[in-house]
């Protein structure tokens, strides 16, 4: 038996359109330059056109030793909603991005949520302490550089 939990909610005002925030967020490229628990990605797969489309996969290289999860693009909807699924032996995670114009750039919301077996049910409450701010922090270094590759920056 599995439980699955919501284990962030967070949202991030980014200096850019939706548009090029999506671009930038959905590109696994970019992933090492803003996700701090990651060294690079591996075997990156791309059966579309577009980067960071669905059916888009890859293996992270985390910054924790063994721990490689393939991740898989489930929803890509250009400047609206962008999902991917890691799976890690008997742990799967959810990550939903969804941009929103605002005033001045977008706000990005992200929701991650975990499935892992009953029995470690303890560690998602850890996880729901320590993954928002991960998160938020991680989305916040993301929109400095996208700050920085604007041509109004």
């Not at 075997?43 to 063994?66: A, K, M, N």
């Not at 941009?99 to 991650?112: I, K, W």
């Not at 049910?121 to 550089?145: C, I, K, Q, S």
Request: glycine residues 8%; negative net charge; without cysteine.
């Amino acid at each position: 038996m599995s439980t699955r939990a919501q284990i962030a909610d967070v949202r991030v005002r980014v200096p850019a359109s939706p548009h090029a925030a999506f671009d930038y967020l959905s590109d696994p490229r970019n992933r090492p330059h803003w996700q701090s628990s990651l060294r690079g990605i591996d075997e990156l797969s791309e059966p579309g056109d577009r980067r960071g489309d669905v059916g888009t996969s890859w293996i992270d290289r985390t910054v924790v030793p063994g721990v490689s999860p393939r991740l898989e693009v489930v929803d890509y909807r250009p400047g609206v909603r962008w999902s991917e699924i890691g799976g890690w032996h008997v742990i799967d995670a959810l990550l939903t991005l969804s941009f929103t114009d605002v005033d001045g750039g977008t706000e990005v919301r992200a929701q991650a949520y975990l499935t892992v077996p009953s029995v470690l049910g303890p560690a998602v409450l850890a996880l729901r302490l320590l993954t928002p701010g991960a998160l938020r922090h991680d989305l916040h270094r993301a929109a400095a550089l996208l700050a920085a590759e604007s041509p109004s920056a």
